[in-house]
């Protein structure tokens, strides 16, 4: 009796000399495990995640049964007997090390564990034990069992930054752990000893082992029969490091969210669970993805074959082990597979893709690849043998639409795509290159390209600001800069075509694309007031040459700044601001910002006029009239329905305007346009600005990646014809002149005019009867203006 009281007095003592310094409960009951930050599409499918800690928490609930067994099984299966300390294992672990000084027992259960994570150190220490028991005891009394071991199994690391079974299970699985085998359930709990040395994909061996004990575990306690133990037991472990998931590949805005989010929240971004919805839709980006690729893909079938990814000596003996080692070390970015090549035919090869999968290779597939030899393409070739070899590693191209397999290569060419709605800046679809993860330089909004005749609708807005109309007559012929001989002497522009047209109306001009004419409009309107002019569309200023080239896009621009400049067209005339982040939300999904950008709304500006305090959302500011906007537009839809963008009328759309561009030496090619309420932007180039080649202007280079991605963005999307302003009315003029048809005109045409440019035309046609010209009669000079 004696020693029992002593024995309660000692750990009363004990008990009151460490209880200061235990944690309060409470701390567990509010615990915030610390999760990564996701980023996902509009449509709330999965992106990205970004933090130390891949974890992903389920509620007791959704914990899958055969997990839970097999963590208790692994760690303490009497834990649902015990009130947080179990007495056999402690006395277990206290006798072995009285025998063999090891303290490597430390007869835990799950509930000390829980302590030792979230409140102690791992040394092994007496004093250290006796607050884990003690604090055992605390939370086993405020704490349901279930709760503690929801705890404990959302926040377990197990390896390869993986916190957590739900983590773990994607991280080495791929799957949910509601699909997990019961041989992976006992591997992830196999796990949990020794995470970091010894865990599905490292130390196989040693985790197959653990495996197995915890398997008999199972067996013994008869929570699997017989059956599944053999099962589990003849289960190959299966397991590399995944991603967690992500079901849209967005890189490039992933990693645009991730460095916004930075800047607003710092570094607990990354361990606060915060939910960010991107404004891209899900199949907009994946048509973006596709769209990009195969451009640049059809690009380098037309530039030749620089040969295979490697090669590899392989014996005329079937080998599909060797096989699928040597195609997996070869990586497959973007759209291509890589494969092996293990039979050439005259015409024909066969390829090994892996996995026991091979594919046949008809000679469709390898005609195009005319080697190059020191930048230049050799003869086409006339049979396999020339084109691949036994052993060469190639990647091959899916082309769908039918065409089947392909030879291909990972393009060394690089392209942008930038898309957004027109009436609030959202963006729609990003992609800053063909592969993230060889290059994140993100150029759809980081590059810096000359964007050629794509900038021309600009330079035509400004001229109507200054009083040119759409039917204005220019001089399309070789322009002498008298005022500056240096110019005259150095810069010798000419059209694409090497050819002059002569006296063209302004919307003809822009419609195919005369060099010559905008060099004359924007010397009429000044090079001052131009650059001045384009601020309004968001163009920097200080990236704006001072001089007559800026007519022709010598200014550096980005996809994205096309993009939102062309929007304002699309619009009636608005300045949008172009925005990524939707809406925030806090791991308790609270909402921390949402987004409610300016929009663009003619009608709603009417409304302002008319009511004192109308209740509407935030208006974008009008940067150019709706009649300029309106005239723009119908000059950009003429571009595709007879001019240099007339491939984009596949689309069978109404509503398509755009404007192709090429530079000096082909170094870029654009095609910048908008439809159904999306404007986007596709650039193709070198990062090195080598030229593309002879031939490859934007409407052959970049329009059919435009036309890939709007036919999917557009797909059930309303046509969206702007209305014709007020401002404006419609007129015959004469085809040849410009001028207001008369009645013997046969071959008069319909143009839009501005009230008050038409009053002036009036005036103008009322003098020149009065003096007796005509046409043959009036004296042409550099500029014609009607």
Not at 181 to 195: D, E, G, S, V, Y
Request: charged share 25%.
């Amino acid at each position: 009796m004696g020693l029992a009281v002593l024995g309660s007095l000692a750990v009363l003592g004990v008990y009151l000399y460490v209880a200061p310094s235990l944690p309060s409960v409470e701390v567990l009951k509010d615990v915030r495990l610390q999760e990564p930050m996701r980023v996902y599409t509009r449509d709330g499918r999965l992106v990205a995640e970004f933090g130390e800690q891949k974890r992903r928490p389920l509620a007791w609930t959704d914990m899958p049964p055969r997990v839970v067994s097999a963590f208790l099984a692994a760690e303490d299966d009497r834990f649902f007997q015990h009130p947080g300390v179990d007495y056999q294992g402690l006395t277990r672990a206290v006798v072995n090390h009285l025998v063999t000084g090891d303290r490597s027992q430390g007869g835990g259960t799950i509930t000390m564990q829980l302590t030792r994570e979230f409140f102690l150190s791992r040394e092994k220490t007496y004093i250290r034990k006796i607050r884990e028991i003690f604090l055992a005891f605390r939370i086993e009394h405020e704490l349901t069992k279930e709760e503690i071991l929801t705890l404990y199994l959302n926040k377990i690391f197990l390896g390869n930054r993986a916190y957590g079974v739900a983590a773990a299970s994607r991280v080495y699985f791929d799957t949910d752990a509601h699909d997990l085998t019961i041989a992976q359930a006992a591997a992830l709990a196999a796990t949990a000893q020794r995470p970091s040395a010894t865990n599905p994909v490292s130390n196989t061996p040693r985790l197959l082992e653990r495996r197995a004990y915890v398997l008999g575990r199972l067996r013994n306690l008869d929570w699997i029969s017989a059956s599944e133990y053999q099962e589990a037991m003849a289960e190959p472990l299966v397991a590399r490091v995944h991603g967690l998931g992500a079901e849209v590949e967005a890189p490039y805005v992933a990693e645009m969210v991730r460095a916004e989010m930075l800047r607003q929240y710092g570094t607990v971004a990354y361990e606060g669970g915060l939910r960010v919805y991107a404004s891209i839709d899900s199949e907009s980006q994946a048509a973006a993805n596709r769209a990009l690729r195969l451009a640049l893909h059809d690009f380098d079938f037309r530039h030749g074959y620089r040969g295979p990814a490697g090669h590899h000596e392989i014996g005329e003996d079937i080998d599909e082990g060797e096989w699928d080692r040597i195609v997996a070390a070869v990586r497959a970015p973007g759209l291509v597979t890589s494969a092996l090549v293990v039979e050439v035919g005259e015409q024909s090869a066969r390829v090994y893709l892996g996995g026991g999968r091979y594919q046949e290779l008809p000679w469709a597939a390898l005609e195009w690849a005319r080697r190059v030899v020191n930048g230049v393409r050799g003869p086409v070739p006339q049979t396999a043998a020339e084109v691949v070899a036994r052993g060469d590693l190639v990647h091959l191209l899916d082309l769908g639409r039918g065409e089947g397999w392909r030879l291909a290569q990972v393009p060394h060419v690089q392209g942008a795509l930038y898309a957004l709605d027109v009436y609030d800046g959202g963006i729609r679809a990003l992609v800053g290159g063909y592969d993230f993860y060889a290059s994140q330089y993100n150029r759809s909004v980081q590059a810096s390209r000359q964007p050629g005749s794509s900038f021309k609708p600009f330079i035509y807005s400004a001229a109507l600001e200054r009083g040119f109309t759409a039917a204005s007559v220019v001089n399309d012929a070789p322009v002498v800069f008298e005022e500056d001989e240096a110019l005259e002497r150095d810069w010798r522009p000419r059209n694409d075509s090497g050819r002059f047209y002569g006296p063209t109306r302004l919307r003809d001009a822009l419609t195919y694309s005369r060099n010559l004419v905008s060099i004359r409009v924007m010397r009429a309107v000044g090079v001052p007031y131009t650059v001045n002019y384009m601020q309004r569309f968001g163009f920097e200023r200080g990236r704006l040459p001072r001089d007559l080239s800026l007519s022709l896009g010598s200014a550096v621009v980005s996809p994205a700044e096309m993009a939102t400049g062309f929007a304002t067209f699309a619009n009636g005339g608005f300045r949008i601001e172009p925005w990524l982040v939707l809406r925030v939300e806090d791991g308790n999904g609270v909402v921390l910002y949402e987004a409610d950008p300016p929009r663009a709304c003619a009608e709603c500006e009417r409304v302002v006029v008319e009511q004192e305090e109308p209740e509407l959302p935030p208006l974008a500011e009008r940067v150019i009239s709706a009649e300029n906007a309106f005239l723009i537009d119908s000059m950009l839809r003429d571009v595709v329905a007879r001019g240099t963008g007339r491939r984009a009328l596949e689309l069978g759309r109404s509503d398509l305007a755009g404007k192709t561009g090429s530079t000096n030496d082909h170094t870029d090619a654009w095609f910048v346009g908008y439809a159904g309420g999306i404007s986007a932007a596709a650039w193709v180039g070198f990062d090195s600005n080598d030229p593309l080649g002879d031939g490859e202007f934007g409407g052959r280079a970049a329009l059919p990646m435009w036309i890939e991605y709007m036919g999917a963005a557009t797909a059930g999307r309303p046509e969206s014809p702007q209305l014709q302003p007020p401002g404006l009315v419609t007129v015959r003029i004469s085809r040849e002149t410009g001028r207001l048809a008369t009645a013997a005109d046969s071959d008069a045409m319909l143009e839009y005019f501005r009230s008050e440019d038409l009053e002036r035309m009036e005036e103008e046609a009322r003098a020149a009867l009065q003096r007796g010209d005509d046409d043959e009669d009036r004296e042409r000079d550099d500029t014609i203006l009607f």
